[in-house]
């Protein structure tokens, strides 16, 4: 990864716990980032944008 390529580690780094990383960047609104990693057996997701 290159310069430029910050939010693409963050979305990337899920996929070491089983997890899926997104990001959704409408023009002219806010950047949304969502990421859900799998904690035993009991699922978690954290919005934050």
């Known amino acids: ?3 430029g390529s ?3 580690g ?3 780094r899920p996929g070491a716990f089983d997890g899926t ?3 959704e960047s409408p023009s002219g609104g ?3 980032v ?5 904690l035993d ?3 978690a997701t954290v919005h934050a944008g």
């Open 21 to 23: 990383g997104d990001v």
């Open 6 to 8: 910050g939010l693409r």
């Open 30 to 32: 806010p950047t949304a």
């Open 41 to 43: 057996g009991v699922s």
């Open 1 to 3: 990864m290159g310069a």
């Open 34 to 38: 969502r990421l859900h990693v799998p």
């Open 10 to 12: 963050i979305v990337e």
